[in-house]
T-cell receptor
Framework: NAGVTQTPKFQVLKTGQSMTLQCAQDMNHEYMSWYRQDPGMGLRLIHY???????DQGEVPNGYNVSRSTTEDFPLRLLSAAPSQTSVYFC????????????FGPGTRLTVT | LAKTTQPISMDSYEGQEVNITCSHNNIATNDYITWYQQFPSQGPRFIIQGYKTKVTNEVASLFIPADRKSSTLSLPRVSLSDTAVYYC??????????????FGKGTRLSVIA
């Protein structure tokens, strides 16, 4: 199993551009989530999903959209990038029967200039 | 969602046992206590989870007193490779409608040779 994969690893955007961060898992996990981590800070939840077709907002959802059309994929879309969205983005997944045991991807380091 | 409080940082020498305490005075009856470890430039990794008393695995032990208002993560005989940020999280099953686990700033453990 590849686990949780994220692409790209690094990305530089200009203010106002849009892009999609990809996240995929091959463990048949029902739950998936997106976090952002700013330097020296903990992780903050952006959006999450408890199954295909179901998404919900976390702590900091503004400026981001998600969809969950399949169990495996959970892309995060930045609608109009802003410098405040410069951060490291982590995707995570877990089984519904063990929701506390999340598996994290390697992260995407995003810089918005 | 129960709020947690843990020390910002701790130092330890190699070979010592390290105990990191987390306070969660408002823990709810259905809440579990989960600890994660995060190395620099990596996503967090699940370490251990418990509900009450003591839980032990190959990585750590988790001690939870009867009132469950605090918990202690114990790392036996730490090495330099245990230098990381450790997060204490408290939460319930997502399927009940509660938001997923929320990460705070964690405890930065530095192991010194």
């Amino acid at each position: 199993n590849a686990g949780v994969t994220q692409t790209p690893k690094f990305q530089v955007l200009k203010t106002g551009q849009s892009m999609t961060l990809q996240c995929a898992q091959d463990m048949n996990h029902e739950y998936m989530s997106w976090y952002r981590q700013d330097p020296g800070m903990g992780l903050r939840l952006i959006h999450y999903s408890v199954g295909a077709g179901i998404t919900d907002q976390g702590e900091v959802p503004n400026g981001y959209n998600v969809s969950r059309s399949t169990t495996e994929d959970f892309p995060l879309r930045l609608l109009s990038a802003a410098p405040s969205q410069t951060s490291v983005y982590f995707c995570a997944s877990s089984l519904a029967v063990r929701p506390y045991e999340q598996y994290f991807g390697p992260g995407t380091r995003l810089t918005v200039t | 969602l129960a709020k947690t409080t843990q020390p910002i940082s701790m130092d330890s020498y190699e070979g010592q046992e390290v105990n990191i305490t987390c306070s969660h005075n408002n823990i709810a009856t259905n809440d579990y206590i989960t600890w994660y470890q995060q190395f620099p430039s990596q996503g967090p990794r699940f370490i251990i989870q418990g509900y009450k008393t003591k839980v032990t695995n190959e990585v750590a032990s988790l001690f939870i007193p009867a009132d469950r208002k605090s918990s202690t993560l114990s790392l036996p005989r730490v090495s330099l490779s245990d230098t990381a940020v450790y997060y204490c999280l408290v939460g319930d099953n997502w399927s009940t409608g509660n938001t997923p686990l929320v990460f705070g700033k964690g405890t930065r453990l530095s192991v010194i040779a």
